[in-house]
């Protein structure tokens, strides 16, 4: 049987030290390592890792895409600098790629870690990893095959999904997790993600998912009615469960910023 050969795809500003611990984690399993670098930083290149340096334009997909364009390898496993995957789920990785024919991508588990006495909508408790407990799964595509048909797109919050969906290509749910720290520093990055938050819904107001990463970022930077509006006019829209739990979240926080609201 062929082996299917795995491509680690990662985009870093200067990040470097991450990336190489994720580079050294996947030693065993990826075959081809591309790290896109966005920042001004040099680095110095050596072993098997392919870098290319993309000019940041506020844009996550554009160098995602450039990246995926240097891969060689049957399927791409793609993490950010600020995830890190254990042997575990390594080694459903492997198996992902060798089980079925029909399926072209894979929706894993993104474990986002938060402070135990964080409050937000979708926390739950998880097994306990380096320390934390506290967490949030966002599903999302991250094992794909390598195939032209599937790329990303949005300038934030990249995704598969419309590309896999035009092409007719089968995606399915997986028991792979990605362990995500970024959550963690979230009130440092909220600014600039609302800000790219604004532009992605001016853009694609049509896209069912614009409204509910302007509600996400807009509540991170204290916009708690600005927030909520965002998932209204998003559930008004849709009509959609994805929108009402996120409002009902949201509904006390209203009431102790704005007594107007009941």
């Not at 926390?123 to 599937?150: H, M, Q, S, W």
Request: hydrophobic letters at 30%; glycine letters at 6%.
């Amino acid at each position: 049987m062929k082996k299917n050969k795995i491509a680690l795809l990662v985009m870093c500003r200067d990040e470097f030290k991450l990336v190489g611990d994720i580079i050294k984690s996947v030693e065993g399993i990826c075959d081809e390592k591309i790290v896109v670098i966005t920042g001004d930083k040099k680095v110095k290149e050596s072993g098997d890792c392919k870098i290319l340096y993309f000019p940041w334009g506020d844009d996550y997909s554009a160098p995602l895409n450039a990246g995926l364009r240097l891969c060689k390898s049957d399927w791409v496993l793609r993490l950010d600098s600020d995830e890190e995957i254990d042997e575990i789920n390594l080694k459903r990785v492997q198996k992902a790629v060798t089980l079925r024919e029909d399926v072209t991508a894979y929706e894993v588990s993104q474990r986002g870690y938060l402070p135990q006495k964080r409050v937000e909508f979708g926390v739950k408790l998880v097994p306990e990893y380096k320390g934390y407990t506290n967490a949030v799964d966002d599903t999302c595509i991250r094992l794909f095959r390598n195939d032209p048909r599937v790329y990303y797109q949005y300038n934030t919050h990249e995704t598969l999904y419309n590309s896999l969906r035009r092409a007719n290509l089968k995606y399915v749910k997986s028991n792979i997790v990605i362990h995500h720290w970024g959550k963690l520093n979230m009130k440092e990055k909220a600014p600039y993600y609302y800000q790219l938050a604004k532009d992605r819904l001016r853009r694609y107001p049509e896209d069912m998912q614009s409204y509910y990463y302007l509600g996400i970022s807009a509540e991170f930077t204290g916009k708690v009615e600005e927030s909520y509006q965002a998932f209204l006019a998003g559930y008004k829209k849709y009509r959609s469960e994805y929108y009402r739990v996120p409002m009902e979240h949201l509904k006390q926080k209203r009431r102790v910023t704005n007594g107007r609201f009941n």
